[in-house]
């Protein structure tokens, strides 16, 4: 799982059905200091994120597994919104 | 696996049920000598890491799902499965 900042909301009309009803973001991954790391993504949510939250999100196959018994055409998916990280002194270089 | 150092933890009201009970820690990749490199990860603790811990990450194929004990699997890869004591290499190797 990674950290990422949601940057924006993407509309799509025409998409395959099983992501009918799922809201699709702008995701930038982001470092512990907030700093880009690499090209943006598409994830599609599963907590109810805003423009603006600092979420971790999980990539690959488990993307696919954020309902049960359903599995879902995505390889981004943003699991959990952080309210607060705790860094540790020096813990970053 | 690799190797990591914590660095850090997140507090998280709002997350995926299969994250609920389950301690989360940013990690950083470091080589063996404890540079630290590129590419903080979220990972589930485990075993009972802390910061500072230099630790096993495991984010590959089900290993989430084994030693959590899912039934299904689950949006969540990547976990601590070791805090690491001490890593001794061939001095020519250095």
């Known amino acids: 799982m990674k950290l990422g900042r949601v940057t924006g909301k993407v509309w799509a009309t025409a998409k395959d059905p099983k992501l009918n009803g799922l809201t699709l973001y702008v995701l930038q991954p982001v470092d512990e200091n907030d700093a880009k790391i690499g090209t943006e993504l598409i994830a599609v949510d599963t907590v109810g994120s805003r423009e603006g939250d600092l979420v971790y999100w999980v990539g690959g196959a488990e993307a696919t597994f954020p309902f049960s018994g359903r599995q879902i055409p995505s390889d981004v998916t943003i699991v959990g919104l952080v309210d607060r990280l705790d860094i540790r002194p020096g813990g970053t270089a | ?94």
Do not use: W
Not at chain 2, 48 to 69: F, K, M, Q
């Open chain 2, 1 to 94: 696996m690799i190797l990591c150092k914590v660095v850090g933890s997140i507090v998280s009201t709002i997350k995926h049920d299969s994250y609920h009970n389950q301690k989360v820690l940013l990690v950083r990749p470091v080589s063996p000598d404890g540079t630290l490199k590129t590419g903080t990860m979220v990972a589930v603790d485990t075993v009972g890491a802390g910061e500072g811990n230099t630790v096993l990450v495991a984010s590959e194929g089900r290993a989430a799902t084994e030693i959590l004990g899912f039934s299904a699997r689950q949006p969540l890869r990547s976990v601590i499965v070791g805090i690491v004591d001490r890593i001794d290499r061939e001095r020519s190797d250095q």
